[in-house]
C-alpha cells in the first residue's frame, strides 16, 4: 500500500493536500464500530469486520487511478460500503457522527481546534461503564471531561502535526498525554531521610521529624501522597529498609527508657540510678544491639539494677517488634488507600528492601515480609505497594552474608504469594553503580519496571535516589515490520536474502520522531516554576530542588531525570519480518538482538549529543499492546503469528501461549535486560510452588545477568 498510494493527495475541506494515510481511514473505520459496540453488552463486531470494509475502501480508491482523492469522497466510500455489506447501524451511526460533525464546524469554521475538542469531548456521552461494570459516577466523569480537554489542547496546541499523527494513528503511544499541558513529571526514587530531617512542609503546615516507627511509616504514606499530587506516576522508595532503620532505633530508645523507668518507680531501686546518666546513655545509642554493660556505670554496683537493665533491653525489644509488626502493617493498610492520580487510574507505589544489614533495617525487611504473608484486610494480599527484594552478594545470597536468612524467608514467602519480585544488583549493568556505604546508588525499580541510574550529566550523581522519569512515549514496532516485511508484501522469494534495511530506516525515523516529541515536551516542564510544585521542588524529591527559588525555572533540577523511549511487540515485529520468534531460531534471536541495540545506540546517541539523560524501555502496558494490536487488525487484517490474537506481546518478551521451559525462557530474555537501561522485567509461571524451585530459578536469573522477575502462578 505504501508505493501504490504514495503519489495521492488527500484534499482537506479547507482545500489543503496532504499525504494519503491509510491508517486514518482505518481509524476513522473503526470509530463508527466502536461507536455500535459501545452500546453492547458483547461487542458485536470485530476486527475483521473493520478490515473487510477498509479492505473495499482502499480497492474502490485503486481502481480510481486519480492522483487526488477529496477526504468527502473518501467517507462517501465508508458509508457506501457499510451499507452494501449489511452494517447498517454502523452506516447510520457514521452517518449522523458526520452530520455533527459538519453542524460543528459551521460554529467552528475560523477555530477547527476548537472544533476537535468538541469532537473529543462528544465521545464521552457513549460512556456509560466502567471495564469492571460499575457505573461511571458524575465526579469520574468530570475527571474525564477534564483529561480529554487537556488531552486534546495537548495535540492541538503543544505539539507538532506529524507527531500529532503518528500518536492518532496507533504508530506511538505518548503515555499520560492528558498531563503534558501542566507539565508534570511522571515518577521518582524518593529519599525519606532528606524529608524527614528538620521536619518539612506541607502546603501550609509545618511537619515535624518523625520519632519513632508509627510516624516514620505514616508521614511515607503523607510524603507518597503529596507527591503524587504533583506528579502522575508511579512513586517509588529506593532503600526502604535503610530509610525506616531510624523510626526503629528511636521507637526501642523510648521503649527502654520507659520499661526502665516504670521497673524503677514499682522498687526501690531508683536510689540506685544515676538517671540522668542512663538518660544520656540512651541518647548516645546507635543500634538496638549494644553491650547492656556499659549501662552497669549507673548502677552504682546493685547487682539488682544491672539485672533490671537487661529485663528492659529484652522487653525492649520485644516491644519494638511488635510495633515495627503494626507500622508495617499500617503502612501497607494505608497505601492501599492511596488509589488513583486523577481520581481514577490506580497507581502503585513501590518500596525495595533487603539489603540493610544493621539490625534495625533487618526488623523492616522482616516485618514486611511476615505482613505480606500474613496478609492485609481479612488476610486478603496486598495489592499495593509493590514490593521488590534486593538480591546482593555479600549481603543476602551466600549462606554466610549476614542477610541470607531474610533472603530465604523472601524465598519462602514467595512461594506462598508469589510475591515480592525480585531484582538483582550484581547484574553487571547494575554492580557497575554500585558504592558500599552508599545504598542510594542500589539500582532501584518501580511498579512500571522502570530504572533510573544512569547519569550522563554527572557521574557523581549516577543513582536512583532524589531522581526519577521525566515523562515517555512507546513505539508500535510491529506496525514498523508489518509495513516494511518483504515477506509478508511477497517482494521477495522463501530462499532470496532478506533486506531488513527498510525496516531499520523507518525505525531511525521513529526513534528520531519520538525524541523530537521527549525533547519538546521535556522544555515545556522546565519552563515551569518552582512555585508551580512547592512539595516535588520545593522539599527536595528531587536532586537540589530544595535550592530552587520560587521563581526559577525548574528546567536545572529535572534534567537530573530521564527521559525513556518504549517498545513492546518485539516478538510479532520479527514474526513479520522473518515468520519466526525469537524463541523458535537463533537467526531471529539475533535480529531481535540487532533491533534492539540498534534502538540503544540510537539512545545513547541522544544522550551523548544533548546532554541528556535518555534511556530504552521494554514496556509492560497490556492495554497499550491491545490498542496497538486492535488498529493493526483493522488495517492489516489477521495475520498469521502477529495480530490474529487479542494483543499483542508486551516489551520484548516471549509469548505466554509460547509453552516454553523458564531455562530456555530466562536465555532468550535475559540478554535484552542489558539493552534496555530505562527499564526491564522477566515474568516467570511457576509450576512448582516451592521456595526450593524459586531459588533455584533466581540462581538462573542472576547466571544469566536478568535485572528484574516477578514470580506467577
Known amino acids: 500500500m505504501k508505493n501504490m498510494f504514495e503519489n495521492i493527495k488527500v484534499i482537506k475541506r479547507d482545500g489543503k493536500k496532504v499525504d494519503f494515510d491509510g491508517s486514518k481511514i482505518a481509524l476513522a473505520i473503526k470509530k463508527g464500530f466502536d461507536s455500535v459496540n459501545q452500546e453492547e453488552e458483547i461487542p458485536k463486531y470485530s476486527e475483521q469486520d473493520i478490515n473487510k470494509v477498509y479492505n473495499l475502501v482502499i480497492e474502490e480508491i485503486q481502481k480510481m487511478d486519480s492522483q487526488k482523492i477529496k477526504i468527502e469522497d ?56 466502567k471495564q469492571d461494570g460499575s457505573v461511571i459516577s458524575p465526579m469520574e466523569m468530570m475527571v474525564d471531561y477534564g483529561s480529554t480537554i487537556s488531552k486534546e489542547f495537548a495535540k492541538s496546541y503543544m505539539m507538532k502535526k506529524k507527531v500529532a499523527n503518528a500518536q492518532e494513528t496507533g ?45 516514620y511509616t505514616a508521614l511515607a504514606v503523607l510524603v507518597i501522597n503529596l507527591n503524587q499530587k504533583e506528579q502522575h506516576g508511579c512513586q517509588a522508595i529506593p532503600v526502604f529498609d535503610y530509610y525506616m532503620s531510624r523510626g526503629v532505633l528511636y521507637t526501642f530508645k523510648k521503649k527502654f527508657k520507659q520499661t526502665i523507668d516504670d521497673i524503677l518507680a514499682y522498687t526501690d531501686l531508683d536510689k540506685f ?31 539488682q539494677l544491672q539485672r533490671v537493665f537487661k529485663i528492659a533491653y529484652d522487653s525492649a525489644i520485644k516491644k519494638t517488634e511488635k510495633e515495627t509488626m503494626q507500622a508495617m502493617e499500617a503502612f501497607m493498610h494505608n497505601i492501599n488507600v492511596i488509589d488513583t492520580n486523577s481520581g481514577k487510574e490506580k497507581l502503585y507505589p513501590t518500596i525495595n528492601i533487603g539489603t540493610d544489614t544493621s539490625p534495625e533495617g533487618r526488623m523492616i525487611t522482616d516485618k514486611i515480609l511476615d505482613t505480606i504473608d500474613f496478609g492485609i484486610g481479612d488476610k486478603e494480599n496486598p495489592v499495593s505497594p509493590v514490593v521488590i527484594f534486593k538480591v546482593k552478594e555479600g549481603i543476602n545470597y551466600n549462606k554466610e552474608d549476614v542477610n541470607y536468612d531474610l533472603y530465604k524467608k523472601a524465598l519462602e514467602v ?49 543513582m536512583s535516589a532524589r531522581r526519577g522519569v521525566l515523562s515517555y512515549t512507546t513505539i508500535n514496532l510491529p506496525r514498523i515490520a508489518i509495513k516494511n516485511s518483504e515477506m509478508l508484501n511477497k517482494e521477495k522469494g522463501e530462499n532470496q536474502e532478506k533486506n531488513y534495511e527498510p525496516f531499520f530506516n523507518e525505525l531511525e525515523e521513529k526513534l528520531d520522531l519520538v525524541k523530537d516529541q521527549l525533547l519538546d515536551r521535556f522544555e515545556k516542564q522546565g519552563n515551569k516554576k518552582a512555585a508551580d510544585f512547592p512539595f516535588f521542588i520545593g522539599q527536595g524529591i528531587w536532586l537540589d530542588g530544595e535550592k530552587a527559588k520560587e521563581e526559577d525555572r525548574i528546567r536545572k533540577v529535572i534534567k537530573q531525570g530521564t527521559m525513556i523511549i518504549g517498545f513492546l511487540g518485539l516478538e510479532e515485529c520479527l514474526i513479520a519480518l522473518t515468520g519466526k520468534s525469537h524463541s523458535s531460531s537463533k537467526e531471529t534471536q539475533k535480529l531481535g538482538l540487532q533491533i534492539i ?32 494490536m ?84
Open 273 to 303: 540510678a544515676a538517671t540522668n546518666g542512663i538518660e544520656r546513655e540512651i541518647e548516645r545509642l546507635e543500634s538496638i544491639e549494644f553491650d547492656i554493660n556499659i549501662f552497669n556505670k549507673y548502677s552504682r554496683e546493685s547487682t
Open 597 to 628: 541495540g540498534f534502538m540503544k545506540n540510537k539512545v545513547d546517541e541522544y544522550s551523548n549529543k544533548y546532554s541528556l539523560n535518555f534511556n530504552l524501555m521494554g514496556v509492560e502496558d497490556t492495554k497499550l499492546a491491545e490498542e496497538f
Open 171 to 215: 504508530e506511538i503511544h505518548i503515555h499520560d498525554l492528558n498531563y503534558m499541558p501542566l507539565g508534570t513529571t511522571t515518577s521518582s526514587q524518593i529519599n525519606l531521610p532528606k524529608i524527614y530531617d528538620e521536619g518539612f512542609n506541607s502546603r501550609n503546615l509545618h511537619i515535624r521529624e518523625p520519632k519513632d516507627i508509627m510516624s
Open 630 to 713: 486492535t488498529l493493526d487488525k483493522s488495517i492489516y487484517g489477521e495475520l498469521k503469528g502477529i495480530t490474529d490474537k487479542k494483543a499483542y506481546t508486551n516489551s520484548f518478551y516471549i509469548s505466554e501461549n509460547d509453552d516454553i521451559q523458564n531455562e530456555n525462557k530466562i536465555k532468550v530474555e535475559a540478554p535484552y535486560h542489558e539493552l534496555t537501561n530505562g527499564g526491564h522485567k522477566i515474568n516467570i509461571k511457576l509450576k512448582e510452588k516451592t521456595p526450593e524451585n524459586i531459588e533455584q530459578i533466581i540462581k538462573l536469573l542472576k547466571e544469566n545477568d536478568v535485572g528484574y522477575a516477578s514470580f506467577a502462578g
Open 414 to 462: 514467595a512461594s506462598r504469594k508469589m510475591y515480592p519480585n525480585f531484582s538483582f544488583l550484581d547484574s553487571k549493568y547494575n554492580k557497575k553503580y554500585y558504592k558500599k556505604q552508599n545504598p542510594d546508588t542500589e539500582v532501584a525499580y518501580n511498579a512500571s519496571n522502570m530504572r533510573v541510574i544512569d547519569n550522563v550529566i554527572d557521574d557523581d550523581k549516577a
Open 74 to 129: 473518501i467517507q462517501d466510500l465508508i458509508e457506501k460500503h457499510l451499507k452494501q455489506e449489511g452494517y447498517i447501524d454502523v452506516f447510520y451511526s457514521f452517518a449522523e457522527y458526520r452530520e455533527r460533525r459538519a453542524q460543528s464546524r459551521k460554529l467552528f469554521w475560523d477555530e477547527k481546534k476548537q472544533h476537535k475538542f468538541l469532537k473529543a469531548l462528544e465521545s464521552l456521552s457513549l460512556k456509560k461503564e
